[in-house]
């Protein structure tokens, strides 16, 4: 069975949940369980009068959580299942057969939960709880219900803010998630499956977990062995001191339920979103156009570096920050204002946060020493610009199996091609469909590709898992289907 990724986030209105004893004699057992205890010396374990006691901690800062439910967008129901209203295919098929009465499918509700942040109001919870709502609905812990707004929320960090009319609330105490250290207890409170103001406790398991998946300034996650459950998303994490250290965001797991993997987004990033969100009404974001990747054992080595660490940069956009700051590929990225970096997954992030047109120290390793540039990251425009990409080793041309280099003018002249790509190498989905060594690509799914970043942009953006390379040989063009892996 494959792992899935879960956002812990909304729950089914009305969910069904058996309660049942295991089979068997359970007079046997009681009277099993007598004897045990009966013969078991009393004594206390010294670990166990230890454990801590979370009772006051709640009773301080539970007030300040609430449940947050959503009646979603009503959906018009079609004809045919399959067809829009009004479309003549829809009608055509709508006469050879039992046509399905219109009307309106029941608009989806959940839940999920949250925490307030300020007295007059503002509310803390995920964006995948509320991104579909229509209506949102924010009770307290006495049992108060309040219409919610929603001020605004950023997909990527999983942060929304909403906003309640009322005033004198209680509110949660913000604590600083970069002290938190692995093994140290924490506890969520929630409403998992729609109980509320559920509280359950565990320990930090990792401090600065990165997602295999999401953008590039996807934000490192606290990860707990938390008890979080669908219904837990956009609670509060707390420390011990009654600080909230993370949003609960997310779960790993194979059966859609709580396997002991449980991811918080960092309370700081948090901020900086709603901060952004409150005063921009959108998040702003920088970038310096670098592609990056982890430095392993190998290639410490062949760089001269004392160990694994930094982020490797393997390509640098032509006249984007990066390269207007100086920076090269094959630089190592060692800190970012004084912020030591052990992995590249910590740069997208960190950039992402940086100021347009602010001043950002770069500590690189070029030459066997270090060396210091300044770079002024410039507004992400949209999605499509890199930030500090951590895919720089895997692109997609690279996926398709094939090493492409530029023809030069001479090549062109005596291949007489209008065509600029010339295969060198090729293994993988490319090499079982065909392609070869000294073909020259035309195109990628009709569109023409006249250097490799449009190489790559164009394979990257296939519908489905096929991509159709328009290749030149022998003077003759012909188009291959290589399935990506």
């Known amino acids: 069975m494959v792992s899935t990724w879960l956002k812990a986030a909304v729950t089914a209105v009305s969910t069904g949940v058996a309660f049942a004893a295991c089979s068997g004699d359970l007079r046997g057992s009681a009277h099993a369980i007598e004897v045990a205890a009966a013969a078991a010396p009393a004594v206390a374990s010294p670990s166990a009068a230890a454990l801590p006691d979370f009772s006051s901690l709640v009773e301080q800062y539970g007030p300040a959580v609430v449940n ?22 829809g009608e055509f098929f709508r006469r050879f057969g039992q046509p399905i009465p219109r009307g309106q499918i029941p608009p989806p509700r959940g839940e999920g939960s949250g925490f307030i942040v300020s007295e007059d109001g503002y509310i803390l919870t995920n964006a995948h709880v509320v991104a579909e709502a229509e209506e949102v609905t924010v009770k307290t812990t006495d049992r108060r219900e309040y219409s919610a707004k929603i001020i605004g929320l950023d997909e990527n960090t999983d942060v929304a803010v909403l906003k ?6 209680p509110t949660v105490k913000i604590g600083d998630p970069s002290k938190l250290k692995p093994g140290e207890w924490v506890i969520a409170i929630g409403s998992p499956f729609g109980f509320e103001n559920s509280v359950t406790a565990g320990i930090v398991s990792a401090t600065a977990r990165a997602m295999p998946v999401g953008p590039d300034y996807r934000p490192q996650f606290i990860q707990t062995d938390v008890a979080v459950n669908p219904g837990n998303s956009g609670g509060p994490l707390f420390n011990m001191r009654g600080e909230v250290v993370g949003i609960n965001s997310q779960i790993y797991s ?23 969100i409150i005063q921009h009404g959108r998040v702003i974001r ?15 080595e062949s760089f001269g570096l004392d160990r694994p660490r930094g982020a490797l940069i393997s390509m640098v956009e032509d006249g984007a920050p990066g390269d207007k700051g100086g920076l090269k590929a094959g630089d190592v ?22 100021k347009p047109g602010s001043n950002v120290q770069i500590e690189v390793w070029r030459d066997g020493k270090t060396r210091r540039v300044t770079v002024k990251p410039e507004q992400i425009r949209d999605d499509g610009e890199r930030v500090a990409s951590t895919d720089g080793g895997a692109d997609e041309a690279a996926q398709l199996g094939l090493v492409v280099r530029p023809l030069t003018a001479e090549e062109k002249q005596q291949a007489e091609t209008q065509g600029n790509l010339l295969v060198e190498n090729v293994d993988g989905p490319a090499a079982a469909a065909g392609v070869r060594p000294g073909d020259i690509i035309l195109g990628v799914n009709g569109s023409p590709v006249k250097s ?34």
């Open 68 to 89: 947050v439910t959503i009646v979603g967008k009503r959906r018009q129901v079609a004809d045919i299942p399959g067809f829009a209203p009004g479309d003549p295919f």
């Open 164 to 169: 309640i009319d009322a005033k004198n609330l």
């Open 254 to 276: 194979r059966t859609g339920g709580y396997m002991g993997l449980s991811f918080a987004v960092p309370i700081d990033v948090a901020n900086h979103v709603k901060e952004q």
């Open 286 to 300: 920088s970038r310096i156009g670098v592609s990056i990747q982890d430095v392993n054992a190998q290639l410490a």
């Open 333 to 354: 990225i060692l800190s970012i204002d004084g912020v030591v970096i052990e992995t590249s997954s910590e740069v997208p992030g960190l950039i992402a946060s940086k």
């Open 452 to 485: 490799v970043d449009e190489l790559k942009k164009a394979a990257k953006k296939r519908g489905g898992k096929v991509v159709a390379l328009l290749v030149q040989r022998n003077k003759q063009q012909i188009f291959i289907p290589v399935r990506a892996e």
